[in-house]
């Protein structure tokens, strides 16, 4: 493809995406279903923002806290470790770039502790990645799971964020 179509092609997607994601939130429900079916027929970039944990403390010794990020079978990704604080503030993002947006794909998020012993798993989120093309902006306090259960004094503050830019905006 000439370099010049793909650059315009690029530029008109990001032009179309918060445009629909608009629509989404308010249209009639009739409309949702073929903007979402635009919506996940362009590329874009997927952009988590780990921004703090709040009471991850541990049973036995101090919490030296990180998270581990991975979509579907891809690598994972890991935010730099913060010691010796059950409210570790982290602020570190990642971006993911596909060429179609990932439907029907999770957002696996464990948050682990690394001691003397080794590491200890402090808890677990899943987050569906459709509803984050669907709006555009998904963030808030997700409650950390451990061995089934939820555990909602446990929480990670995370942001979210789909677009569809150029992809040099999103390296």
């Avoid at 403390?57 to 079978?73: D, S, V």
């Avoid at 570190?92 to 990932?102: K, Q, R």
């Avoid at 089934?148 to 999103?170: A, F, H, Q, Y």
Wanted: aromatic residues 8%; contains cysteine; charged residues 20%.
């Amino acid at each position: 493809m000439n370099e010049d179509i793909a650059k315009a092609q690029s530029l008109i997607s990001a032009e179309a995406i918060p445009v629909l994601q608009m629509l989404m939130k308010t249209c009639p429900p009739s409309f949702h279903e073929r903007a979402d079916s635009l919506l996940h027929c362009l590329p874009g970039c997927l952009t988590v923002t780990i921004i703090r944990g709040n009471n991850l403390k541990q049973t036995m010794g101090g919490t030296n806290a990180f998270c581990c990020l991975q979509i579907g079978n891809g690598p994972p990704r890991q935010t730099k470790v913060v010691n010796h604080s059950m409210c570790p503030a982290w602020n570190e993002g990642f971006t993911w770039l596909f060429d179609v947006a990932p439907k029907g794909q999770k957002l696996y998020i464990i948050c682990k502790s690394k001691n003397t012993f080794g590491k200890s798993t402090l808890g677990r989120v899943t987050i569906q990645i459709d509803k984050v093309v669907t709006e555009g902006v998904y963030s808030g306090f997700f409650s950390l799971s451990h061995d089934g259960g939820k555990d909602g004094s446990r929480t990670l503050e995370i942001e979210i964020v789909w677009s569809n830019r150029p992809s040099n905006d999103c390296m």
